[in-house]
């Protein structure tokens, strides 16, 4: 299987909000563009910047009648763990799920079944170590309905997590309700972060995908072809694996051609 299989949306962030893969282009509210991991991304500034993706019912992982897998993959630069809002979809009576630090700065992937009192959830432990530089984070689930089946990766790694539920989670139902990068379910509740390459399958990627996507701390950027087909050599290094910083794969053009 290739990696830009089931692939449903992604967010390069390299000028605006295009969804580079589906139809679900953002409404940015208050993010600003600045330097990304690859090329662009967005800033957020913790207290009234978000991106509303929309309500497409393939941002459900469940309609009630059982849960697929699904996966979340981006790069963030942490500015503060305080209470970092990376992504969510739902609102705080209606909720479908979301991956974020809470108070202490614990990041925290959590599944509900349409309510706020059934859910899943896994805890990586604290970002505080991650702060001020870029990290990538995947956040999985094979859709089995336990919290067995969530995975969190921490720069290529899976992570040592503790597994948490509340009430009977008995499958996610869509909420009908905007995806949205950088808000925790329509609150006034923000992340404080750069954000960049944020793409969603709906399938568990494996952990070998996500080696891919981290790709040694470069990253890899949608279509995922893991090499540009350039060759030559440019400052008397022949095929560098790099050009002024980005990693050749995440180039499509070098001087034009």
């Known amino acids: 299987m290739a990696l ?11 000028g605006d909000a295009t969804d580079s893969v589906g139809s679900n282009d953002g409404s940015v509210s208050a993010a600003t563009l600045t330097t990304g991991k690859i090329n662009q991304g967005y800033d957020f500034n913790g207290g009234s910047s978000y991106i509303d993706f929309g309500t497409n019912g393939d941002f459900s992982i469940g309609t009630g009648s059982g849960d697929t897998g699904f996966s979340i993959s981006l790069w963030i630069n942490i500015d503060s763990i305080t209470r970092c809002r990376i992504i969510s979809k739902g609102n705080t009576t209606t909720r479908d799920y979301a991956f974020y ?4 700065g614990t990041l925290t992937w959590q599944l509900w079944d349409g309510g706020s009192t059934n859910y899943i959830y896994v805890d990586a432990g604290s970002m505080s170590s991650y702060v001020g530089s870029w990290t990538h984070l995947v956040a999985t689930y094979d859709g089995n309905n336990l919290n067995t089946g969530m995975k969190i990766y921490i ?3 899976e992570a040592s997590v503790t ?9 996610s139902t869509d909420s009908g309700l905007s995806f949205e990068i950088g808000r925790y379910l329509k609150t006034a509740s923000y992340a404080n972060a750069q954000i960049d390459e944020v793409g969603v399958w709906n399938r568990e990627i494996t952990s070998s995908e996500v080696t891919s996507l981290y790709n040694s701390g470069d990253g890899l950027q949608y279509p995922f ?5 350039w060759t030559g050599t440019i400052n008397g290094t022949s095929n560098p694996s790099k050009v002024s910083g980005i990693a050749v794969a995440n180039i499509s053009k070098i001087n034009g051609i």
Do not use: L, P
């Open 225 to 229: 072809g893991g090499s540009s087909g």
């Open 101 to 104: 630090t809470g108070t202490g």
């Open 155 to 157: 720069n290529g790694s």
């Open 163 to 171: 597994r948490s539920s509340g009430g009977t989670y008995a499958g």
């Open 4 to 14: 830009s299989d089931n692939c449903i949306h992604y967010w390069k962030f390299d």
